[in-house]
T-cell receptor
Framework: ETGVTQTPRHLVMGMTNKKSLKCEQHLGHNAMYWYKQSAKKPLELMFVYSLEERVENNSVPSRFSPECPNSSHLFLHLHTLQPEDSALYLC???????????????FGEGSRLTVL | GEDVEQSLFLSVREGDSSVINCTYTDSSSTYLYWYKQEPGAGLQLLTYIFSNMDMKQDQRLTVLLNKKDKHLSLRIADTQTGDSAIYFCAETGNFGNEKLTFGTGTRLTIIP
């Protein structure tokens, strides 16, 4: 138990569906992240929120839309995805951003997304 | 931009030492990290090293940093079946940078 909870753990969706991934952290952290994990590729940073403001958007297609309503919750809204978007989506949190202090990120277990 | 490279797979006999290697490009990295991902789980910080250190030892783990060659390694002594996992190398950029850059991960398989 890392203190970061992601739901759902598995999601199968068609290309025309709209779904959302949810992340909740119980650690009192003030930064939250979405990462994409694909086989044989580096772990890819998608979005960073610090104090509920988006501070990084790594050229992610607009079919992925993040939302951070408060410092404990982070969503990733998905619409009109492509099969190549199938991957493990990992949420993480940290205190004061990854570049400060020791930079430790606390990860959830991930949401395995399959796009048909 | 920053780049972190690792080999994808490593197989080691139980009881031997495992050495996982990583190269990186950003010479201004403040910290370098090793994260471990067990099957069906997220990543967990295993150990880290500050950029002004050459070596850090923590029980069975030894981290070596060669700043000149931008090379980081993780040695696991007396490898056990519980060490089977994916090991990710990561670096920060300049101090205060929000972003960690990760490698592909190295999948460590233990041969009985």
């Amino acid at each position: 138990e890392t203190g970061v909870t992601q739901t759902p753990r598995h999601l199968v969706m068609g290309m025309t569906n709209k779904k959302s991934l949810k992340c909740e952290q119980h650690l009192g952290h003030n930064a939250m992240y979405w990462y994409k994990q694909s086989a044989k590729k580096p772990l890819e940073l998608m979005f960073v929120y610090s104090l509920e403001e988006r501070v990084e958007n790594n050229s992610v297609p607009s079919r992925f839309s993040p939302e951070c309503p408060n410092s404990s919750h982070l969503f990733l809204h998905l619409h009109t995805l492509q099969p190549e978007d199938s991957a493990l989506y990992l949420c993480a949190s940290s205190q004061d951003g990854a570049g400060r202090g020791t930079g430790e990120l606390f990860f959830g277990e991930g949401s395995r997304l399959t796009v048909l | 931009g920053e780049d972190v490279e690792q080999s994808l797979f490593l197989s080691v006999r139980e009881g031997d030492s495992s050495v996982i290697n990583c190269t990186y490009t950003d010479s201004s990295s403040t910290y370098l990290y090793w994260y471990k991902q067990e099957p069906g789980a997220g990543l967990q910080l295993l150990t880290y090293i500050f950029s002004n250190m050459d070596m850090k030892q923590d029980q069975r783990l030894t981290v070596l940093l060669n700043k000149k060659d931008k090379h980081l390694s993780l040695r696991i002594a007396d490898t056990q079946t519980g060490d089977s996992a994916i090991y990710f190398c990561a670096e920060t950029g300049n101090f205060g940078n929000e972003k960690l850059t990760f490698g592909t991960g190295t999948r460590l398989t233990i041969i009985p």
